[in-house]
């Protein structure tokens, strides 16, 4: 007799992603750069959600700037086990094609890069405090020296 198919189950590698799972807001800065030539204070608003029993996290984003929305992104979490890696991939109102972020969370931080036209771009996640992230982008043209574009601290809501 043949034995029934078993899906697979997410490991501790995909669970470590949850951490995100939730209800975010928070201040954010932006600072100057290509894509915001000034700057400035704004407020970012994230749910993310459990998706395709427990191998992804589905982020929707939204950024407020003097109390309009002014910028939407889509993005999903996952774990690839066959390449050991984090990955995000990233869609959002600027009209570009999708971006893939990868990297590694350890100890709490989720670190992810890109590559992208004229250089690097990296996200951090610190989820090291229970009902806060604090989330840092950066850009670089050599992926040595790194500048900071967007900062924010989310609380959940």
Excluded: C
């Amino acid at each position: 007799m043949t034995q029934p198919y078993s899906m697979p189950a997410p490991t501790d590698a995909h669970r470590a992603l949850e951490a995100l799972i939730g209800r975010w807001q928070g201040e954010e800065t932006m600072h100057p750069s290509p894509w915001d030539a000034i700057g400035g204070v704004a407020i970012g608003m994230t749910h993310n959600v459990r998706s395709l029993d427990g191998f992804a996290i589905v982020q929707d984003y939204q950024q407020l700037r003097n109390e309009v929305v002014n910028f939407f992104g889509h993005g999903v979490f996952r774990y690839d086990a066959q390449k050991s890696q984090y990955e995000l991939h990233w869609f959002d109102s600027f009209g570009g094609g999708p971006s893939l972020f990868v990297g590694t969370f350890d100890h709490g931080i989720l670190l992810l890069q890109q590559t992208m036209q004229g250089g690097f771009m990296r996200a951090t996640w610190d989820l090291r405090h229970a009902g806060v992230i604090r989330y840092k982008a950066e850009v670089s043209g050599d992926a040595i020296q790194w500048a900071p574009f967007m900062e924010g601290v989310y609380e959940r809501v």
